[in-house]
C-alpha cells in the first residue's frame, strides 16, 4: 500500500450550486407571485364580517416580508391603520387576521 502514488485534488475555495434547481421544490430566493383579485377577495371579506365592528388585526405580507397592523378603514386604493398609516393595497401579497 505504500507504493501507491498520491493523488492531486484541487482545493474548492468557492460555493457550489450544481444541482440546487433540482434538489429542492421550492428555492428561498425565489419571488413571491401576487394575484391581486385573491388579496381583494379576502380584505373584502375581512371588512364584511359581522364580528368585526372598528379595528381589525391583520397580518399583511409583503414581497419582501410580513408586519402586524390593526386596520381601521379601507378607501379604493389603500388601507388604514390604527397609526393613520396608508398601506398601499397593490403592495400586498396576503393578508390574514392576527
Known amino acids: 500500500m505504500k507504493d501507491l502514488p498520491k493523488v492531486f485534488a484541487n482545493p474548492i475555495d468557492r460555493s457550489l450550486h450544481n444541482n ?3 434538489s429542492y421544490g421550492k428555492l428561498e430566493d425565489e419571488k ?6 385573491q388579496v381583494m ?4 371579506k375581512i371588512f364584511k364580517s359581522d364580528t ?3 379595528s381589525i388585526d391583520c397580518i399583511i405580507t409583503f414581497e419582501r416580508n410580513e408586519e402586524k397592523y390593526t386596520i ?3 378607501t379604493n386604493n389603500n388601507l ?5 398609516k396608508l398601506i398601499p393595497i397593490r403592495e400586498i401579497y ?3 387576521l392576527a
Do not use: H, P, W
Not at 41 to 44: E, H, L, M, R, T
Open 20 to 22: 440546487r434547481s433540482y
Open 32 to 37: 413571491k407571485t401576487r394575484d391581486a383579485s
Open 41 to 44: 377577495d379576502k380584505i373584502d
Open 52 to 54: 368585526t365592528l372598528y
Open 72 to 74: 381601521i378603514g379601507k
Open 80 to 84: 388604514v391603520t390604527k397609526n393613520q
Open 94 to 96: 396576503d393578508i390574514e
